[in-house]
Each structure stands twice: as C-alpha cells, then as structure tokens.
C-alpha cells in the first residue's frame, strides 16, 4: 500500500537541508583556514592535530552536502526504495575519515612526547582561534542536529555530532596551550608537554564518538532497528478490530524513509471490504509508531475461534466456486449428519459436477471431522440466460393461474391468522426450453418469516400444477401496506374471505409487469 505523505524529501525538506549542509561547508572552510595558519605559526600539535580534524569536517561536510542532495531523489526502477541509503552510506564514510584522524594524531602526539620534543608557542592568537572554532562549532552543530531531528537524516545527524566533538576536543586543547603558558611561570617544565597529552584526549573523544556512530551507522545499512520499535509496532497493530494475530512485523530504514511489511491474521469470514478497511487501519496504528513510513499488509484469512458449522460449509463452497443453501445439521445414534444443497454451474456434465462435489467434500471433512456423514444435493445454480420469448398463451396461462391463487391458499400463522398472498409484477420468459415466472407477493405484516416460506412452496406447487412445463419460480414477499384494497386480512381462525381474493383477482392484470424478452 503506498505511503502516506510526508516532509522528508519534499522540496522545501531539500532546500532546508541543503542549506544547512552549505553552511557547515563554508564553516569548515573557515575553521580549518585559520587553525591551520595559527597552528603553523605557533607549532601547537593540539592546533595542528585541530587543523587537520577540520579538513576532514571539510570533507564529512562536502560528502553530507551530496549525500542530502542524492538521498532526495525519487524511487526509480533501479533504487525501488529510493536513494536513502546514500545518507548512511555517508555517515560510515565519515566515520571512517574520523579514525584516520585519530591514527595520525596519536602518531604525532606519541612522537613528541617520547622522540622529537617540539617546542610551542602558546600565543594570544592560538587561544583566539580556538575560542572562535567553539562558538562556531556551537552554532553549525545546533543548526545540523535541528534539521537533522526535523527530517530524520542520518547523514546530517552524523555531520551534527562530528561537529559536537569538536566543542570538546576544542576546549581540550585550549586547556593543554594554558598549561603551556603556564609552565615558565609555575617553574614546571613537565607542563610543556601538556600540548601533546591533550592531542591524545582529543584522539580519545573523536574514537568514541567514532565508534558509536560507526555502529549506527552499520547497523542501519544491515537493516538493524531496535527491540522496542518491532515490539511497539507489534502491540499497535494487534490493538487493531478484527486483527487475531500479528504472525509478523518486518521494520527497515533507508536514509529518512522507513518501510514497514506487517503479516496479520483476520476472520475468514470477514468481507473482502471490511478486511480492506481492516489492513487500513492497520496502516495508520504502524505509522502512528514510524511516521511517514511505507507498510505493506499481507492479511492470512483463519478460522475464528467462534465460527459455527454454518459459515464453514458456505466458505468452504465460496473457495470451490460453488453455492451452498438449505444446510441441515442432525444429531442421530450414528454420529452428527449434514446435508446440503450444492449450486454448480448449468453447463457442467454430470462427472464433472460430481467430481466438484466430492472435492467440495473432501475439505469439508477436513475441517469438520466431527460431521461423519455429508449428503449433498447437487442442482444448478441457474446462471443461464434467456434465450426466448415468452409466447402470448404461455403468459396468459400463468396470469390466470396465479390470478386463481389467493382466493383458496393461506397459512394459519403464529397468532391464528391467516396469511393471504397478493400477487403483483409478474414476469414470464423462457429459459431453456422451459418456462419460468417470478412475481411479488404482499403479505400481513404481523406474519412470520417461517408463515411467508410455506405460503411460496404452497403457491409454488399450486403453480406448477396447473402450469407442467413451468421451471422456475421466484415469488418475493413483502409486508403489504395497511391500506392496500388488494390485501385482506381476515379474523383469528377466519378462512381467507373470496371478497379479497376477487378484488386480488381484478387488480391483478392491471398490476402485472410480463417480460417476454
């Protein structure tokens, strides 16, 4: 399903970040300028050691700037996740440009110490250089980590926290040119050679930080998210309506943008539109815990835990491509029975439906072994079209035979009434050689459901009686209107009264809907 949308990598996204990573390139460039020049002219390994440290920022900064501006690039038929990986790609760069710094400041450091003694000159400018790389370092790193936080980008969060260190190692430093300063005036020579010892506690700072960035940054390009983010989304998404079980949450990240393909299993017998809305609001609960992400819902259908005989024989035929009705469960001495009526397609021969059926069956007894005997009633689904007119005689057959119906059928209901039918909007047309008619009937109401079904069998076969080549029947009941004229209701135990059903007999033609297309 596609992601909802989201600031990432939208144009005003690319300008912020851009320019941020613009400005921290131009701040290297000045920062390392000026270390360098002071640290030359001085011979402070601490300035030299910062002076390189902020040439390779220069470089983390010019690789941030790219790799900002590559990981906005749209998914393409080559990068089907988009460019976001390019931002971890680079924060590894950068962390690799960060030990190497390392390597060569110990070097130095370890060098001066116990082999080539350098003598420093710890002046008015090296203290003012030192203490504008701070305040500048202060003001790029809150900058990047803003942006940063506000786009999730690795690539400036990694350029955000390099700059942080810097802070730190310079404040180190400032503090060894102190010592150096102070070495003549408190008589101990030992403190010339603190320039040297707080090279190596900036070599210290910058391989922590290394480290822990390095190990971000290797685990997001191996896909590594943490526990808590799996098991949040988890919890979410089981939290959904109509979710049974989360069977599976798979969490990646590429750059700023997250996927997320989550496996769920729901009701069989849920709707195909409601398992929709289900995996929709399984969407929303996965980005309420990763906004803006990608997610993929695969939905298992399963049985519920509360799903009755009934709905397991319908589904079970859905899946066949068949129909299933008139389903009966009986409990005999014999074991639990079921007996069914199968629909299958009109143009099957009789092996084929059979051997649809016997499939049918075979399912059916996996799923339900208690059942020990399944008798199905195989008939046609009665998806064939018309293929004839209807002739003027067959119609006025039909009419007249329904128009003598309501007159000597009724049902004695529930309440001692009798239910009397009043036929409207017949229709009559050949299918297959074979005749067939459906007609509206109007029933009291107050009738039960179980009345109404006896009334249409007994119209049913009243009809096929007097009609022989008549097929198919499909009578529709409604409640009648307590003003219809062609509706009588008579009193508790009364036989329908022929008043009614004469007044049923003259309305009928003037009602009737006959269809011989």
Same mark, same amino acid.
């Given at each position: 399903m596609p992601p909802t949308e989201n600031n990432h990598n939208s144009p005003a996204a690319q300008r912020e970040k851009q320019l941020v990573g613009l400005s921290s390139v131009i701040a290297a460039v000045f920062l390392t300028s000026i270390k360098l020049t002071v640290g030359l002219m001085t011979g402070s390994l601490g300035l030299l050691s910062e002076a390189a440290h902020s040439g390779l920022d220069l470089v983390a900064a010019l690789m941030t700037l790219f790799a900002v501006r590559v990981s906005g690039r749209p998914a393409d038929r080559e990068h089907t996740y988009g460019h976001g990986k390019v931002e971890n790609l680079s924060a590894l760069f950068e962390?690799?440009?960060l030990l190497l710094t390392c390597v060569w400041i110990v070097y130095e450091a370890i060098k001066r110490l116990f082999f080539e003694p350098v003598e420093v000159d710890a002046s008015v400018w090296a203290f003012v250089v030192m203490g504008l790389s701070i305040v500048i370092d202060v003001t790029r790193s809150s900058a990047l980590s803003r942006v940063?936080?506000?786009y999730d980008s690795q690539a400036l969060e990694a350029d955000a926290l390099h700059f942080s260190t810097d802070i730190w190692s310079s404040s180190v430093v400032i503090l060894g040119l102190l010592l150096v300063r102070l070495a003549p005036v408190l008589k101990l020579p030992w403190l010339a050679a603190a320039d040297a010892v707080t090279a190596l506690g900036v070599a210290a700072i910058v391989v922590y930080v290394s480290i822990q960035l390095g190990r971000r940054t290797v685990a997001e390009l191996l896909d590594a998210v943490s526990p808590e983010m799996s098991e949040r989304m988890t919890r979410a998404v089981g939290a959904v309506p109509g979710v049974l079980k989360v069977e599976q949450v798979r969490v990646r990240k590429s750059g700023p943008e997250g996927f997320a393909d989550i496996t769920a299993t729901v009701d069989?017998?849920?709707?195909f539109e409601n398992a929709?809305?289900?995996a929709a609001?399984?969407?929303q609960a996965a980005r309420q815990v990763m906004p803006g992400a990608d997610v993929v819902v695969h939905l298992d259908p399963v049985a519920g835990d509360h799903e009755g005989m009934v709905t397991t024989v319908r589904l079970t035929a859905t899946r066949h491509g068949l129909g299933a009705h008139g389903i009966r469960i009986y409990d005999s001495p014999g074991g639990r029975a079921l007996e069914l009526h199968l629909e299958v397609p009109d143009t099957l021969r009789l092996d084929e439906a059979h051997a649809q059926a016997s499939a049918f069956e075979q399912e059916l007894r996996a799923a339900l072994p208690e059942i020990e005997r399944i008798v199905t009633h195989i008939e046609p689904a009665g998806d064939t079209s018309a293929m004839r007119h209807a002739t003027l005689e067959d119609e006025v057959r039909v009419i007249q035979a329904i128009q003598s119906l309501p007159g000597r059928l009724g049902v004695p209901s529930g309440a001692g009434v009798w239910t009397v039918c009043a036929p409207h909007e017949v229709t009559v047309h050949h299918m297959g050689g074979e005749m067939s008619v459906s007609?509206?009937? #109007?029933? =009291?109401?107050g009738a039960t459901i179980g009345d109404a079904h006896r009334l249409t069998e007994q119209l049913e076969q009243a009809l096929r009686a007097q009609v022989p080549n008549l097929n198919r029947v499909v009578i529709h009941v409604e409640p009648a209107p307590r003003s219809d004229p062609g509706f009588v209701r008579p009193g508790n135990g009364a036989e329908p009264a022929a008043a009614g059903a004469d007044a049923q007999s003259g309305e009928l033609l003037?009602?009737?809907?006959? #269809?011989? =297309?």
């Open positions: 962390t690799l440009l940063a936080k506000k069989r017998a849920v709707a929709h809305d289900i609001r399984i969407e007609f509206h009937c #109007d029933l =009291d109401p003037g009602r009737a809907d006959v #269809d011989v =297309d």
